[in-house]
Each structure stands twice: as C-alpha cells, then as structure tokens.
Nanobody
Framework: VQLQASGGGLVQAGGSLRLSCVAS????????MGWFRHGPGKERELVAA????????YYADSVKGRFTISRDNAKNTVYLQLNSLKFEDTAVYYC?????????????????WGQGTLVTVSS
C-alpha cells in the first residue's frame, strides 16, 4: 500500500487548507485512515481519523470544530479540511492507514504512512 499526501502550504492565521491522501496498491482491507502531525519540539499526535466502513470520526481536542476529516471510499481518498488555522497548527501532517482495529491515537495503531506534507501557519 502506498499513501500519497498533498495540499500543504503556507497560510496566514485564520486561513484554511485542504489536505488529501490517496491510497493505492492493496487497498482491499482498510479499517481506518487518519491524519497525524509532528510539530516543532512536539511528539507525533493524532489529529483526526475516520473508520472506513462505519464512518465514525475522531478528533484531537485541539482541532475539534476547526478541522473536518472525510473520505471517498470509491477513490480510496481521505481528506482533512483545516479551517481557522492557528500558529500552533504548524507541523508536518502525515496520513496513515490501519488495516485492523488497533490503537486509535497511537502511531503504533497504523500500518502504512504517507510521506508527510508541511503546513505552515504564519501569525
């Protein structure tokens, strides 16, 4: 499985971005896809995740009400809409894919990773 993320960039505080991640290869078994981020001096953290079949969504408290995760099963694509961006949202954002039910908020719960896309929010 390969994950290709895109959509990062430089944006002013209060602005918006939309990240996309396309899964290719052996994608028959997807349980969950998510977005993590790794900011300067911080650990990698889950931003949002969505269950592929049921559609349940999960968010970090810091992004609730500002970020929205969605999926297009036919296109094997997951999106992350980032609104009302803050300086502290600056990070490299990674999409991740889990084949089975595992740890939701830990990177250990995901089997495949994209290359990361940089989001820089200027204050």
């Amino acid at each position: 499985v390969q994950l290709q993320a895109s959509g990062g960039g430089l944006v002013q505080a209060g602005g918006s971005l939309r990240l996309s991640c396309v899964a290719s290869g052996r994608t028959l078994s997807i349980y969950r896809m998510g977005w993590f981020r790794h900011g300067p001096g911080k650990e990698r953290e889950l931003v949002a995740a969505v269950d592929w079949i049921g559609g349940s969504r999960y968010y970090a408290d810091s992004v609730k009400g500002r970020f929205t995760i969605s999926r297009d099963n036919a296109k094997n694509t997951v999106y992350l809409q980032l609104n009302s961006l803050k300086f502290e949202d600056t990070a490299v954002y990674y999409c991740a894919l889990a084949r089975d039910l595992g740890l939701l908020r830990s990177p250990l719960g995901y089997d495949y990773w994209g290359q990361g896309t940089l989001v820089t929010v200027s204050s």
